[in-house]
Nanobody
Framework: QVQLVESGGGLVQPGGSLRLSCAAS????????MSWYRQAPGKEREFAAR???????EYGPSVRGRFVISRDNAKNTVYLQMNDVNPSDTGIYRC?????????WGRGTQVTVST
């Protein structure tokens, strides 16, 4: 079965950094596109970053230049390095796996940016 488990969330101060991880299992990770999405309370889910099987990267406008997505196929893990965070980055971060015709979501990890 496909499993996606996020970790690394927590409380961080504005201007700080945080690295999220998504450990994947149950599918061919190396051939699957992986993405990060986030959702703040009362707001629509927002695209953050995407990385293809060829390591091509795309970013949403709100995080471009600050966040970096990467993957380690040997570890079946995708990462989101969050730099220079601000309070608007607060929300639940979930990873998404595109496995052939299907999409799978992790449960998410909470990120709170506050003093």
């Amino acid at each position: 079965q496909v499993q996606l488990v996020e970790s690394g969330g927590g409380l961080v101060q504005p201007g700080g950094s945080l690295r999220l991880s998504c450990a994947a299992s149950g599918f061919d990770f190396s051939s699957s596109e992986m993405s990060w999405y986030r959702q703040a309370p009362g707001k629509e889910r927002e695209f953050a970053a995407r990385i293809s099987e060829n390591h091509s990267q795309e970013y949403g406008p709100s995080v471009r230049g600050r966040f970096v997505i990467s993957r380690d196929n040997a570890k079946n893990t995708v990462y989101l390095q969050m730099n220079d965070v601000n309070p608007s980055d607060t929300g639940i971060y979930r990873c998404l796996a595109h496995v052939r015709r299907d999409f799978y979501w992790g449960r998410g990890t909470q990120v709170t940016v506050s003093t």
